[in-house]
């Protein structure tokens, strides 16, 4: 893409995201067409929305890293997007439901980094070291798009890929917990169970989905950085959410954190 095609598509993912307008796919010209083009303009929007109520990124979030979120979007890589600190909630939150397009949440372990992870190579094992933290977290999604099926990757990518907040529990040493592959997480909505999985889901370790966006991040020449929060996978499906819903995410160990969309 031009640089030209690749600010048309940012300001127009942007302006959507800021005035909760369900976006259509661009003409052909002005979308990206591959994956190395759809980073190139995510990273345009994400410098557009840093100037806005998003502020700045503080992180990422993967999307796509377990079966059952990979059969439900047709998609058989990860992806990366952003996380920001203006979308991003510390504790149990309460949130309105009409600040998004179409919201949804998903039961996640996330990260926080104690140290960058400038050089590869990238393993489980190896990237172990540099989590500092670790948390139950609900990820907050939005379907913001006029028909997402027909958006195509690319353009989803760009646009965060349904991205849209975080709400994170309390942190835990990672030293004292068991194994996060063996970590079962639950949903509930309105008291009422709505999907469950288990850490193994995720890339066959959350620290695997870790190894992976370290590799994604240090090809792309913004390698991860010590304070960042990494969001690894949802353990269940996306659940969508009527005004008013109550959501609960419990994963053994983590405990529990607590949103609700009045």
């Known amino acids: 893409m031009s640089e030209a095609a690749i600010a048309v598509a940012a300001d127009a993912i942007t302006t959507a995201r800021l005035s909760l307008t369900p976006l259509a ?4 010209g002005a979308s990206p067409r591959d994956l190395a083009e759809a980073y190139t303009v995510r990273d345009a929007v994400h410098a557009r929305l840093a100037e806005s109520r998003f502020g700045a990124r503080i992180g990422w979030k993967i999307g796509c890293t377990t079966p059952v979120m990979q059969a439900y979007l047709g998609i058989a890589h ?3 997007a952003g996380l920001f ?11 309105r439901h009409g600040d998004f397009v179409k919201v949804g949440v998903e039961c996640e372990i996330a990260v926080r980094l104690a140290s960058d992870l400038p050089e590869g190579p ?12 670790v948390m139950a977290a609900i990820e907050i999604v939005d379907d913001r798009y006029v028909d997402w099926q027909s958006t195509g990757t690319p353009m989803l990518v760009a ?8 709400v994170l529990g309390r942190e835990h040493d990672p030293a004292v917990l068991p194994d996060l592959a063996t970590l079962h997480g639950r ?16 890339l066959g370790h959350p620290y695997a989905a870790l190894a992976w966006l370290a590799e994604h991040a240090s090809q792309r020449q913004m390698p ?11 353990l269940v499906r996306t659940q969508w959410l009527n005004a008013g819903a109550s959501v609960r995410i419990e994963i053994d160990t983590l405990g529990a954190v607590e949103a609700i969309f009045a």
Not at 159 to 164: G, L, M
Not at 187 to 202: F, H, K, P, Q, R
């Open 224 to 234: 991860l950085r010590a304070g960042e929060t990494v969001l690894l996978g949802s």
């Open 187 to 202: 949903v509930l909505i309105d008291g009422t169970e709505a999907g469950a999985g288990i850490g193994a889901d995720v």
């Open 25 to 28: 796919r661009p003409s052909a």
């Open 78 to 80: 990860p992806c990366a």
């Open 85 to 95: 600190a203006g979308t991003t909630h510390r504790g149990d939150a309460r949130l």
């Open 122 to 133: 990238f393993t489980a094992e190896s990237v172990r070291g540099a989590v500092g933290a």
């Open 159 to 166: 646009d965060d890929f349904f991205a849209a907040g975080a």
